[in-house]
Nanobody, 126 residues
């Protein structure tokens, strides 16, 4: 059973930074792409960032490009989301996600992901 556990959320002032972590277990972590999504109050969940199985390819939503960095440590089964220059509009619950298979056709699409963490709250004050 695949399990994903996020941590690292919290309250930060605008312009600040946070690093989210997602610890994965239950299968060979290094074989699968990973993604981060977020859901703000009253809004639909949206794509934030994704990373290929090797870490060689990364993908970002336009709204976070240049401010957020996704990375992974396959030796420790963990994916990270470094968030810099945070804005109040980044306030949301952030979710880590993993696909069922090793082939992902559109890595930015939520329906490509089968396993989800419980989420971690990020609140950015102005």
């Amino acid at each position: 059973q695949v399990q994903l556990v996020e941590s690292g959320g919290g309250l930060v002032q605008a312009g600040g930074s946070l690093r989210l972590s997602c610890a994965a277990s239950g299968r060979t972590f290094s074989s699968y792409a990973m993604g981060w999504f977020r859901q703000a109050p009253g809004k639909e969940r949206e794509f934030v960032a994704a990373i290929s199985w090797s870490g060689g390819s990364t993908y970002y939503a336009d709204s976070v490009k240049g401010r957020f960095t996704i990375s992974r440590d396959n030796a420790n089964n963990t994916v990270y989301l470094q968030m810099n220059s945070l804005k109040p509009e980044d306030t949301a619950v952030y979710y880590c996600a993993a696909p069922q298979g090793t082939v992902v056709h559109t890595i930015t699409r939520q329906d490509e992901y089968d396993y989800w963490g419980q989420g971690t709250q990020v609140t950015v004050s102005s």
